[in-house]
């Protein structure tokens, strides 16, 4: 099923084809007279309104298209934050009730605070930050879940914690990269 957008362009597109065609076909034989030769100018004029309006129509195709992608990265990174959030602030708990020692406390906050921007900052309208969100997200999410490993006891915790700090910095560095997209 097309779009609107899509119709538009495929309309224009059309349009622009027929008229290409009907000005070769006029310019199989020279003009002989004034009037064929203001037909083929009157033709050509036709032809370029016609390619400025399917300049157009792609325009506003390229437009509906990036709009749908951001609702949907919109819609996916409320879902991927739930991870970055909800983890840190279940490990943040267990350190206020000192099940947990305050040394993870430099990687739970920054996880955080990540996880609250990823979910909950305004995605702008553009490929570029669109593509640096979803891969912040899913950076978030991985951090997230190796913390949730690095907190369990057992003989992978240290390498799990290691990957912990990786993470928080390649998140973090990742929406620093967003934030200077311009």
Do not use: N
């Amino acid at each position: 099923m097309t779009t609107p957008a899509q119709h538009d362009r495929d309309l224009a597109e059309g349009r622009v084809a027929r008229l290409k065609q009907d000005l070769r076909d006029g310019l199989v034989t020279p003009p002989v007279d004034v009037e064929a030769m203001d037909e083929l100018v009157a033709a050509a004029h036709r032809l370029l309104d016609a390619e400025l309006a399917f300049d157009e129509a792609k325009r506003r195709l390229a437009d509906a298209e990036l709009e749908s992608r951001h609702a949907a990265t919109q819609r996916a990174v409320v879902w991927f934050a739930a991870a970055p959030l909800l983890v840190p602030l279940v490990a943040g708990a267990l350190v206020l009730f000192e099940v947990l020692s305050p040394v993870w406390l430099p990687a739970l906050v920054p996880l955080f605070g990540a996880g609250l921007w990823i979910g909950f900052a305004p995605v702008r309208r553009s490929g570029a930050v669109l593509r640096e969100r979803t891969r912040t997200a899913w950076a978030g999410s991985a951090t997230a879940v190796v913390l949730a490993l690095a907190l369990i006891p057992w003989s992978g915790a240290v390498v799990c914690t290691i990957l912990t700090a990786l993470g928080v910095a390649g998140t973090l560095a990742l929406l620093w990269r967003e934030s200077r997209i311009p």
